[in-house]
């Protein structure tokens, strides 16, 4: 038998990333514990456009096989009682951020139209006008398109560096020059077969060849916006492509390098973050963003600081140690978003199986629903007798922790 007991960190691996559930105005201790270590913080907050964000989620094995039923939850609220309360975050968030980086670290803040100039000069009076690189350009297709004026198609990502001793590197963001707008330009083939285009001025010959890099200046047309089916997409509303995170990042990290993200959301930053190899920490205040961001990471290296749910729904589990089997059989939570009597076992998401410390879940084995793995794995090859805890996510993204009753 199993029971439903409450835990705050869970940890896989050596546990070092960190992936906490909390508000920035009051930032959790162990994210301030990077104060002075961070080479880039990245933050995109909500925009102010007074909406109620949802989240879509397939739910069981039919919906992650078809797409549907795909279930909306309530994500997140992007509404203030008035600008000075909205400013207060804005504040918060920059000073935080710079507190975290370290001499050579910069931070990315992300809007739109809305609060971009109140951001702007937020950011030049906390990191001082010397600091500001960049204002990049993220312009993009989706979305509707005003007739009243010109369709608003673009975001402001703000580029701050905490000193003159930044790093910054864009030749690791090489782009394919191609033949295109060269179309003023003599084109020629070398006598290795490159093809390039060709100037002459003050009877000097310049080649631009087809296949050397070019590099991204700071408008960026390229990366559009994630697609209703792409399979990047988590449901999470207002997730950002990890391509775009990539570029962010690549020219001003390296491997190893700490990168935080204080309003992480679906955990975009992170994945691109731990795909470069770099060690990260993300916060937000919304526990399914965290369960969102787990299911997308490598659950390796990595600690989960958010509180489980008490809600006493029975986790149904079928133990044989004559053979050696545990089986999960299904879990009973209820949630307004669930299809009408859903069964047990597609309620589920995700589950980890792990043992108890001192409170704290040391995860051993994970499984989580994709649409690769539609279907939930019930039943673990592990030793019943060497289990002790078990960690559930349901289909809406709450978390619950069971415990061997009498262990
Ligand atoms: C625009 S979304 C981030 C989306 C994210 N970049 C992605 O790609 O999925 C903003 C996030 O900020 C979080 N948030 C809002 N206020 C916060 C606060 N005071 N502390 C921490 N997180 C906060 C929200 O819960 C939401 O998930």
Not at 367 to 383: I, K, V
Request: hydrophobic share 35%; net charge neutral; aromatic share 10%.
């Amino acid at each position: 038998m199993f029971r439903q007991i409450p835990v705050r960190r869970e940890v896989f691996g050596g546990g070092e990333n960190l992936l906490v559930c909390g508000d920035v105005m009051e930032l959790p201790e162990e994210i301030r514990a990077l104060a002075g270590r961070v080479q880039c913080v990245y933050v995109d907050p909500p925009f102010m456009t007074g909406e109620r964000f949802t989240r879509s989620r397939p739910f069981g094995t039919r919906g992650w096989k078809t797409g549907s039923p795909a279930p909306k939850y309530p994500a997140f609220e992007d509404r203030y009682e008035d600008e000075t309360a909205y400013l207060e975050l804005l504040n918060r968030l920059v000073s935080e951020a710079r507190e975290l980086l370290g001499q050579a670290g910069v931070f990315y803040l992300h809007l739109d139209w809305r609060m971009a100039a109140q951001a702007r000069l937020a950011c030049d009076r906390i990191f001082g006008k010397e600091g500001f690189l960049n204002e990049i350009i993220w312009a993009y297709e989706s979305g509707g398109r005003s007739k009243r004026y010109f369709p608003r198609k673009h975001d402001g990502i703000l580029l701050y560096a905490k000193s003159g001793k930044y790093k910054f590197n864009l030749t690791r963001v090489p782009l394919p020059r191609g033949s295109e707008r060269k179309n003023h330009m003599a084109r020629g083939v070398d006598e290795q077969g490159r093809p390039y285009a060709r100037i002459v001025s003050g009877g000097k010959e310049y080649r631009y060849y087809d296949d050397d890099p070019v590099y991204p200046g700071d408008v960026w047309t390229d990366i559009s916006h994630l697609q209703q089916r792409d399979p990047e997409r988590t449901g999470y509303a207002t997730q950002k492509p990890v391509r775009l995170l990539e570029r962010l990042l690549l020219p001003v990290t390296n491997e190893g390098d700490w990168v935080v993200d204080l309003c992480c959301g679906s955990g975009t930053t992170l994945e691109a973050a731990q795909r470069l190899g770099c060690r990260f920490a993300g916060l937000d205040r919304n526990p399914e963003a965290v369960a969102v961001t787990l299911s997308r990471l490598k659950a390796e290296n990595l600690t989960v600081i958010c509180d489980t749910s008490l809600d006493q729904a029975a986790l149904r589990i079928r133990e044989d140690p004559t053979e050696g089997s545990f089986s999960l059989e299904g879990l009973e939570a209820e949630h307004p978003s669930f299809p009408e009597n859903a069964a047990a076992a597609d309620v589920i998401e995700a589950w980890e199986t792990g043992s108890l410390e001192e409170g704290v879940f040391r995860a051993e084995r994970r499984f989580c629903r994709s649409f690769r793995y539609p279907e939930l794995t019930t039943t673990l090859r592990a030793d019943p007798r060497a289990i002790d805890a078990v960690m559930v996510t349901d289909a809406a993204g709450r978390r619950r922790a069971y415990e061997r009753k009498g262990s």
